[in-house]
T-cell receptor, first 111, second 113 residues
């Protein structure tokens, strides 16, 4: 699976959009971009995934650049409960075998 | 559905003792995964099952670790002769075959003293 690079930490004001970047310059054609988050003392939670096109669900939007070398997870109206570590993962196929989580981005939502 | 359930939530054991953790996946999920997470790090993959078959084991899964899923439902992870380096959060997840979303439990926190 391709390697990803994320900032260690980010702050965002409550109510504003939180934009979390991820670089995956070695991504191959059959690899998806997945995002999970982990709230303190809980297990990771799936957020969204995509291949080429931008994706949106009830939690977030995923914007993937045309060359697929980077992506941005957008939480449109961040709340205090969105404070968590966010992991960008690149892999082929579904499931959760062999996911490489890395250290992720610690997003802190400020009141 | 109550989600993925892990038991116990916390376990303190003395070095050298054996411990066993249990994971109950979401019913009808045929894939079950075990991960380990140490402080400040992301989760690391240990092993996974499809139904009762253990299909992959990470090199992190030393011979002191054994996982089973005897009837393709719940799973157990046993650590024999625990060491202080085994102190970590042990996470279980489940998913439907070919489904993209994996659901994680809240984990079992192991402290070896």
């Amino acid at each position: 699976d391709a390697k990803t690079t994320q900032p260690t930490s980010m702050d965002c004001a409550e109510g504003r959009a939180a934009n979390l970047p991820c670089n995956h310059s070695t991504i191959s054609g059959n690899e998806y971009v997945y995002w999970y988050r982990q709230i303190h003392s809980q297990g990771p939670q799936y957020i969204i995934h995509g291949l080429k096109n931008n994706e949106t669900n009830e939690m977030a939007s995923l914007i993937i650049t045309e060359d697929r070398k980077s992506s941005t997870l957008i939480l449109p109206h961040a709340t205090l409960r969105d404070t968590a570590v966010y992991y960008c993962i690149v892999r082929s196929g579904g499931g959760a075998d062999g996911l490489t989580f890395g250290k992720g981005t610690h997003l802190i939502i400020q009141p | 559905d109550t989600g993925v359930s892990q038991d116990p939530r916390h376990k303190i054991t003395k070095r050298g003792q054996n411990v066993t953790f249990r994971c109950d996946p979401i019913s009808e999920h045929n894939r079950l995964y075990w991960y380990r997470q140490t402080l400040g790090q992301g989760p690391e993959f240990l092993t996974y099952f499809q139904n009762e078959a253990q299909l992959e084991k990470s090199r992190l899964l030393s011979d002191r670790f054994s996982a089973e899923r005897p009837k393709g439902s719940f799973s157990t992870l046993e650590i024999q002769r625990t060491e202080q380096g085994d102190s970590a959060m042990y996470l279980c997840a489940s998913s439907l075959y070919l489904n993209t979303e994996a659901f994680f439990g809240q984990g079992t926190r192991l402290t070896v003293v």
